[in-house]
């Protein structure tokens, strides 16, 4: 079994580090990468360390974790310096999406179903690891980054590549009207049972970035649910609340190519 999940485009990319973590029973937790979640503090650090390990990135590389609280709050990393990942007193506070044009510096998201979205632009050399739950999606976070890549860093959305990785899937992911009527524009994503709507967050959030500006042949889908990938994954429906949660990441080499 492959350790990772990796994006085909990404992987041609030789200035990139990305990966998606997978579960793993030999490790503590199923390799659980989540501080925030309850587990021991050492052993959720010591499945961080055996991570970095499989990564072979250098060894000065520092690793960003954000404190996501399905917001639409972008952060645009300026410092070379671990955040999060050793104690979560020093994550980057009440942040979704964390933006960096720094080598060597790996942004993370944690997921257990919510959509993570990573971005790279091989123009401007910026990377970017976007949380987006349905609160996220209705607040365009993805959208917003690619804006704030712009801003920031001039980044032409058509140069942007986009990796959607795990995510619960329009096959499991049943949501009241509540949630669903927030969607119901993107008809393709959508579909009613009975009184509940099946609710395809990944699609709404690649069609979200072509309304950006992003190339449909520049956005790679993953294409995998959850949770009906569970032995895989962390699925927090499909595992009734679990608190495990796998970790999407992207960032540059600190050598230049
Ligand atoms: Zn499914």
Redesign the pocket.
């Known amino acids: 079994m492959q350790a990772f999940y990796q994006f085909d485009h990404y992987s041609k990319e030789k200035t990139l580090i990305h990966a998606v973590s997978k579960k793993n029973f030999g490790e503590e937790y199923a390799f659980s990468l989540a501080l925030h979640t309850g587990e021991t503090q050492e052993r959720i650090i010591a499945n961080r360390e055996s991570l970095v390990r499989q990564l072979s990135v250098e060894e000065k590389t520092v690793f960003v974790t954000a404190n996501q609280i399905h917001s639409d709050h972008i952060v645009v990393i300026d410092k070379k310096e671990m955040r999060g990942w050793h104690d979560l007193k020093d994550a980057v506070q009440e942040c979704d999406a964390l933006v960096t044009n720094q080598r060597g510096v790996v942004l993370t998201i944690l997921t257990a179903d919510c959509v993570p979205v990573l971005l790279y632009d091989p123009v401007k050399r910026v990377v970017a690891a976007v949380h987006a739950g349905w609160k996220g999606t209705q607040a365009d976070i993805t959208t917003r980054t690619i804006g704030a890549m712009g801003v920031r860093f001039g980044s032409d959305p058509s140069d942007i590549l986009a990796g959607v990785a795990p995510a619960?899937?329009r096959?499991?992911y049943e949501v009241g009207e509540d949630v669903a009527l927030y969607f119901l524009n993107y008809s393709d994503a959508i579909e009613q049972c009975g009184e509940k709507y099946m609710l395809d967050l990944p699609q709404i959030n690649r069609r979200q970035m072509i309304l950006a500006g992003l190339l449909d042949a520049h956005i790679e889908m993953s294409g995998i649910?959850t949770?009906?990938e569970v032995e895989e994954y962390f699925s927090y429906r499909k595992e009734d609340g679990c608190s495990g949660r796998f970790m999407s990441m992207i960032g540059m080499h600190m050598k230049k190519e």
Do not use: L, P, S
Request: aromatic content about 0%.
């Open positions: 619960i899937g096959c499991c649910c949770a009906c």
